[in-house]
């Protein structure tokens, strides 16, 4: 299994442009979420889903769109990039147990993100 | 939303000595508590976490206690060594609010010195 992988794992852009980050797991997790961490901030949600078609506002939702098609997949994008975009995107999936949340995360080995 | 404050940021140790990283939570629903590692340039990775049935959990040389009615939790390393160098992440679930979520705090760089 090669758990949580995210794609690319670098990239520049220049202000106003757009991108999409993809994440893929193959653990069969039903939750995914997306998180930005920035020195000194920790890991703040930006964006997450608790099922295919389903998504949900973290705290930092603004400037970034997400979706989910797939169980396996899921994309974070962003429309106009902003140099206070810049930073590393983690990605990360979670399971049920018996039909309740597990809360355990799994992380994928980020993105680093700069906006000039 | 839950609130989880972690003390302190940074903490030096002499290698053997022992460690020891501070939670708090605002949310009393919260029932779930992991720890996670982050090593320089490497993804978080869930090291320990407790459950509210429980009041200490351990695991080697890491343990981790909880105390619910203080709404705080604390991460034990003993012995530490040099690959324990990293940075060390708090979390409570938050089950009052929003399900499904972490509430993550800021973060403490450990540097375990030779």
């Known amino acids: 299994n090669a758990g949580v992988t995210q794609t690319p794992k670098f990239r520049v852009l220049k202000t106003g442009q757009s991108m999409t980050l993809l994440c893929a797991q193959d653990?069969?997790?039903?939750?995914m979420y997306w998180y930005r961490q920035d020195p000194g901030m920790g890991l703040r949600l930006i964006h997450y889903?608790?099922?295919?078609?389903?998504?949900a506002k973290g705290e930092v939702p603004d400037g970034y769109n997400v979706s989910r098609l797939k169980k396996q997949n899921f994309l974070l994008g962003l429309e106009s990039a902003a140099p206070s975009q810049t930073s590393v995107y983690f990605c990360?999936?979670?399971?049920?147990?018996?039909?309740?949340?597990?809360?355990?995360?799994?992380f994928g080995p980020g993105t680093r993100l700069t906006v000039t | 939303g839950e609130n989880v404050e972690q003390h302190p940021s940074t903490l030096s140790v002499q290698e053997g000595d022992s460690a020891v990283i501070k939670c708090t939570y605002s949310?009393?629903?919260?029932?779930?508590f992991p720890w996670y590692k982050q090593e320089l340039g490497k993804r978080p990775q869930l090291i320990i976490d407790?459950?509210?049935?429980?009041g200490e959990k351990k695991d080697q040389r890491i343990a981790v206690t909880l105390n619910k009615t203080a709404k705080h939790f604390s991460l034990h390393i003993t012995e530490t060594q040099p690959e324990d160098s990293a940075v060390y992440f708090c979390?409570?679930?938050?089950?009052?609010?929003?399900?499904?979520?972490?509430?993550f705090g800021r973060g403490t760089q450990l540097t375990v010195w030779p």
């Open positions: 653990m069969n997790h039903e939750y």
């Open positions: 979390a409570a679930n938050g089950r009052g609010s929003t399900l499904g979520r972490l509430y």
């Open positions: 949310d009393s629903a919260s029932n779930y």
């Open positions: 407790i459950r509210s049935n429980v």
């Open positions: 990360a999936s979670s399971y049920s147990i018996s039909g309740s949340f597990s809360y355990e995360q799994y």
């Open positions: 889903s608790v099922g295919e078609g389903t998504t």
